[in-house]
């Protein structure tokens, strides 16, 4: 199954339990930090399946968000690659991405 149509599931899913409409962004964006939060924990532990799991709930909660807030995901992540597609810069040792400063 394609992603969009995961994606109308779970705001199907979103609107069949009352989030979507009387949700609050607070409290789907203090679920994420949770699910985030569950992510680094089994990151840390190398355990896949949690990895899986987490990073499913993460994208469910951050769908949650956009849905009370009636904005598109999609929209968000194309904002956002339009921000860094041109970005350059170095990778740390640790594996993180450090944007070049203009000067």
């Known amino acids: 199954m394609s992603y969009s149509k995961y994606e ?6 979103g609107m069949d339990r009352g989030i979507v409409q009387h949700g609050k962004p607070i409290g789907q964006a203090i ?3 949770e699910e985030v939060t569950e992510l680094l924990d089994a990151i840390n ?4 399946p949690e990895i899986k799991d987490a990073v499913g709930d993460v994208v469910v ?3 949650m968000v956009c849905a009370t807030l009636d904005i598109d995901l999609t929209e968000c992540l194309a904002g956002a690659y339009d921000q860094i597609k041109d970005r350059r810069g170095r990778l740390t040792a640790e594996g993180v ?3 070049e ?3």
């Open 31 to 33: 679920k994420t930090l």
């Open 101 to 103: 400063v203009a000067t």
């Open 61 to 63: 909660t951050l769908l």
């Open 97 to 99: 991405f450090l944007k």
């Open 45 to 48: 532990r190398g355990d896949m």
């Open 8 to 13: 109308m599931k779970v705001l199907q899913w």
